[in-house]
């Protein structure tokens, strides 16, 4: 028996995996899946609606028309939504493993397995000890050659000294990257190594040459310009921890030669196309929450620039939104989404999202597919609204099947794995 609700892209079928999570990856039939509603939340009309400062009046001009508020599209496909493990403590990120296992990060700073019966393993013995609190949770990257070496690469923030967690402040903590191998068994890392240390670190990627690409935030834009200070950026380094001659900042005296790029505010996510592009999306500061196309050496230019306003609703820098010798976003969203995670989708299982990007909004509880033609948007769908789940993150398994993390910090709601499938 399944549920059957209508979304933007057809009819979703929402299940739960009675079979284990190898049948999942192996495509088990809808009929061996008992149904699994939409979990209880709040109404739809408080929480699902388009982000809280709907009813502001401020809309920038886009410098281009494709720039915001795509035509809603629908997918055409008929999906089914399978609820691979409920009930965890705000799950973060994960990567897929051999096995038809996955590896999940978990608040406050955990990694563990979902093994190929779809039981959660205990935690993983050797992570880490991350800061807590939603900022110390990691976010992962495999390493291509995993197979091989079982290598893999965190992100997290450790409390500088004598530094504590006081609830209801966001502290700012040490930034580290940490390379590791995962054992046979899957219960441990070991040879774990810092490889860098600082900046207010978010997430991260392994692009097509081997070199890591990570982001980091500043909040206020104090030092998104500045070359002396890695906040704000996307960084680049080697996966042994040194940095690439080919940075754009390398050879220039005082800058941080881990800067890749500048300009930024909050990058929630990272991915890499077919052709090795770097793409981001970053969370504006009320509103003008962004998805760019990342360049060595350009500045994406907040906060002299941009499309959203202060949190109180004044305009920054005169709601100026382009200055020559700036980059454009590709793409920007007033109000806001609260854009994280993302994903570039390889059309394995649907052909005709291929290049597609993906991405999870926390403000308005839902997954964002944008549809891409030329690296200019030409359509927005929206899924999984009718489930009401803050999306955290989004990941293309091996099999092509779409996967999403979601979490609620500030709710009973417990965090899921999703696994998104065509119901054909």
Not at 127 to 155: E, H, W
Not at 170 to 184: H, K, N
Not at 272 to 300: C, F, M
Request: glycine share 14%; charged share 25%; net charge neutral.
């Amino acid at each position: 028996m399944k549920s059957r609700l209508r979304g933007h892209g057809g009819p979703i079928f929402l299940s739960i995996a009675g079979l284990g999570l190898a049948a999942l990856l192996h495509g088990a039939s809808p009929s061996a899946l008992a149904a699994a509603p939409a979990p209880a939340g709040k109404p739809l009309g408080s929480d699902c609606t388009p982000g809280p400062f709907a009813k502001d009046t401020y809309f920038p001009t886009p410098a281009f028309p494709e720039q915001t508020r795509a035509p809603a599209i629908k997918g055409g496909v008929p999906l089914r939504v399978e609820v691979v493990l409920s009930g965890l403590p705000n799950p973060r990120s994960l990567a897929f493993l051999d096995g038809g296992r996955v590896l999940v990060s978990v608040w406050p700073g955990e990694l563990r397995t979902i093994g190929a019966d779809g039981k959660l393993s205990a935690a993983i013995a050797g992570v880490p000890k991350a800061m807590g609190g939603r900022d110390g949770a990691f976010d992962i990257a495999l390493a291509p050659d995993f197979a091989s070496n079982r290598t893999l690469y965190l992100v997290y923030r450790i409390l500088k000294p004598g530094q504590k967690v006081e609830p209801g402040k966001r502290p700012e903590g040490i930034g580290q990257v940490a390379r590791a191998r995962l054992s046979a068994g899957g219960d441990r890392l070991e040879d774990l190594k810092v490889i860098y240390q600082g900046a207010y670190l978010r997430r991260i990627t392994v692009g097509h040459d081997g070199t890591l690409i990570f982001t980091s935030l500043s909040a206020d834009g104090s030092v998104s310009q500045k070359i002396e200070d890695p906040d704000g950026k996307v960084l680049r380094i080697n996966a042994d921890g040194s940095i690439p001659e080919d940075n754009p900042f390398a050879a220039r005296q005082g800058a941080k030669p881990e800067i890749y790029d500048l300009g930024h505010r909050d990058i929630d996510g990272v991915a890499i196309d077919g052709q090795g592009g770097i793409w981001t999306v970053e969370h504006g500061p009320r509103g003008g929450d962004e998805l760019n196309r990342i360049e060595a050496g350009k500045d994406y230019g907040y906060p002299t620039i941009g499309y959203g306003r202060d949190y109180s609703g004044s305009p920054i820098n005169n709601d100026k939104t382009a200055q020559p010798g700036m980059e454009q976003p590709v793409y920007f969203w007033e109000p806001d989404i609260g854009p994280a995670g993302l994903m570039v989708y390889s059309g394995r299982m649907f052909p005709a999202w291929k290049g597609d990007i993906f991405t999870g909004a926390l403000a308005t509880r839902r997954l964002i597919r944008l549809q891409m033609k030329d690296g200019k948007v030409t359509g927005e769908e929206h899924l999984l609204a009718d489930r009401c789940q803050r999306i955290r993150d989004v990941r293309e398994a091996p099999d092509g099947s779409i996967w999403v993390v979601t979490n609620d910090q500030k709710s009973e709601m417990p965090g899921e794995v999703l696994r998104i499938t065509s119901a054909r």
